[in-house]
């Protein structure tokens, strides 16, 4: 985020006053977010060097909370296919020239057929993702 010089003694006052560490509750995450917020508020613009650093090691923690605490689960290609042709407002005839015909698709949406790594990345290309959602 930030490329500037840091100065190490308005730094280290930065940190000792808000004595960031790893996040043990949530009430410390509630204020390592809140914190993360009011810095984001300001804009990156207005951020002093020092401050951008702290709001990436704000970052880093909370998101180490939130792995330990709420991991998510991987989901499953078939499902997410589902999700993104319903936000897409597309039938299996809109994806039968990806996958070479209607009853593939078909076959796919019902379990019955896995997604190639062919149509992976297809379907990535398609929907602007990474073709690892699909496989």
């Known amino acids: 985020m930030t490329t ?3 100065d190490e003694k308005k730094y280290g ?9 790893p996040i043990a509750t949530e ?5 390592m977010v809140e914190l993360a ?5 300001k804009g990156e613009e207005a951020l002093s060097p020092e401050e951008g650093r702290l709001l990436e090691l704000l970052g880093i923690l909370v998101e180490d909370y939130d792995e330990r605490h709420y991991p998510l689960e ?5 499902t997410i296919l589902k999700e ?16 070479g015909s209607k009853s593939i698709v078909s076959e796919v949406l019902s ?19 990474s073709a690892d959602l699909f496989i």
């Open 4 to 6: 500037a010089v840091i």
């Open 13 to 21: 006052r930065l940190l000792a006053k808000v004595r960031p560490g």
């Open 27 to 31: 009430d410390e995450f509630d204020e």
């Open 37 to 41: 917020r009011q810095l984001m508020e």
């Open 74 to 78: 991987k989901a499953d290609p078939v």
């Open 84 to 99: 993104l042709m319903d936000a897409n407002d597309l039938s299996q005839n809109d994806l039968a020239h990806l996958f």
């Open 111 to 129: 379990g019955k057929r896995s997604i190639s790594k062919a149509q992976a990345r297809k379907l990535a290309e398609r929907f602007h993702t």
